[in-house]
């Protein structure tokens, strides 16, 4: 796979950690660098808690509005319903678990479909391994590791079927593990030097060589704050309204995000601070979503 073309617009759809915008910023940042004449604008169209579904259901709001020429799917890790793996084995979880799976190979195909019938060209990625046997933080789902490799060899499949690029982060990251703790305490979320090893590997796809490990340059912080705000607005649409309920007015949207929190049910202080700044943000999203990109065209379209 060759580098992307003067001018491309590439958006990077996925799910928490594609939204962390950590990963996606490196790659951002080797292009500006390496090729300052190239304006190459990079959009981070990933959502915590997605999934196949919906990102294809966000699909026009968080991926198409940026008119994309190339779009880079990293989906996977929710979609196997990985928390199950820490119920008792029976034979009910386990058809649960299938019908996920099963679930993820239609709705993924259906994503690339939608996204082929507006002419944007794909890079299709396995997810990153689950970090089963690092040896600090949370208890292991026991198998994690097994069941989100299942859907990395199902992308590996579909992209051999369609011939599309295949950035494989689930092997390049299993075979850094082996040596190094790169993921946070929950075992999903890669940790900084994670983060460098995927934006590696994906450069590695397109022949170019990343270099050593850094921290991502400050000049990034203000469009990772302000994609941020949008990144969490689609967070609470998807895991506290609901994805299939993305249709509802934003009155509706607004008086289940009130009722949620009058009730107390944020699980975390992250579901809390979420679901308060949705009451705060719906209203200005398009200005924050305007902001995104006068600020990407700023570090990336003048090179």
Known sequence: MKRFPDNARVCFVGDSITAAFNYVARVADYYLEKFPDAHVRFFNSGVAGGTARSQRIFLADDTLCHKPTHAVIMVGVNDSARWVMGNSRSAEN????VSCYEAYKKNLADLCDELEKNGVEITLCTPVPYAEYQPVGQEPFHGGYALIAGYADFCRTLAAQRGYPLCDYHSYVTQKLQTENLYNDDRIHPNDKGHHYMAECFLKLQGLEMGEFCDIP?????LRRVSMVVRDIFAVELMVIGDLNYGW???QKTECVKKYIDEGK????YFKRITEDYLKYKPLQDKYADLTEQLTEELMGQG
């Open 94 to 97: 386990y058809a649960f678990l």
């Open 249 to 251: 007015s934003i009155e």
């Open 218 to 222: 400050k000049k990034y912080d203000e």
């Open 266 to 269: 944020a699980p975390t202080d």
